[in-house]
């Protein structure tokens, strides 16, 4: 039987016990494991290491034994607000769907999944409206169905399982690297081959934690490899495709960074500053015009193929460029045109 709380807000949970005359000697977190349902002996620990676990009103260490007739009291903070997933009516791009997978054209500005400061408006929330009546949408997972992500600010293709069969299988095919993705990205410079290999450990940046880098010691980061191949020259951008062999967190971005070609207003990695062109006042205030137009990296995860995890069927995706993006695009390319009458 679960034990419910005496005391309870939105802040806290407290729980009282009396332990009965026949109880043997037994850890007080073990103890407090077994009463308590859904709570880690990690949890139950650190409200002992905070003084938060009292025995007869005096503070106890996890190791204490509990002895028959203690009476025990513990006060637990709720888990963090993200573990609660809140069903959205959400308007959703939904490319595909069937019995075991959706697939969704994910717009630019939508988090994936709930966390750092974004509990509601992801795309968890307005799946878990649209597949409310699912299992694997009732287990009040934080990451229910995904096998994969994309950044908040990156817009396009991903797909969602709606069964644990389908996770599960998904999940094996992103892992074994057999998933086909393709990107496309307007990168500042142009960059010296048509097409190439960037490869190099990716970690977590020592310096600041919101951003991936480089390691180049597989001690402090994963393998990535990323595929380029440069589609259009537009003066001093060039919009390529990438094709991920693994898939890191930011691996474009970094990789893009990496080689000093970062992708085009990416802040977080040092694109949202003018880092080719002219000194003239007209080129400045140009780029500044594009920026604001696409407010965002200007990536886009444009195609995906796997293999159906129902039917074995190979599936593929494709999707046209977002607005911004493509407005962006078509900016360079008048840009451009007239630049080379000029010179003509």
Known sequence: MQAEPIEQNELFEHYRFNVDKGQGL?????????????????RI??????????????????SY??????????????PPREVEIIPEDIPIHIVYEDEEIIVVNKAPGMVVHPGHGNYTGTLVNALSYHLKDLPL????????????????????IIVIAKTEIALNRLAKQFFDHTVERTYQALVWGNLERDEGEISGY???????RMKMQVTGDEEYGKNAVT?????????????????LKTGRTHQIRVHMEYIKHPVFNDERYGGNKILKGTTFSKYKQFVQNCFKILPRQAL?????GFEH???????FFDSQLPDDMQAVIDKWRIYIAGRNSLTE
């Open 137 to 156: 949408f009732k287990s009040g997972e934080i990451r229910p169905g995904l096998v994969h992500r994309i950044d908040k600010d990156t817009s396009g």
């Open 65 to 78: 034994k509990v002895k028959p007739d203690n009476i025990i009291s513990i006060v637990l903070p709720h």
């Open 309 to 315: 995890p129902a039917s074995g069927k190979h599936m």
């Open 202 to 208: 990716i970690g977590r940046s020592k310096r600041d």
């Open 45 to 62: 620990r650190n409200a002992a290491r905070a003084g938060n676990i009292l025995v007869n009103n005096e503070p106890v260490k996890p």
């Open 227 to 243: 595929y380029y191949k440069v589609i259009e020259k537009l003066g001093y951008v060039n919009l390529i495709e990438c094709k």
């Open 26 to 42: 037994l850890r007080i977190d073990k103890y407090l494991y077994n009463k308590l349902e859904n709570i880690s002996r990690t």
């Open 300 to 304: 886009h995860a444009k195609s995906l």
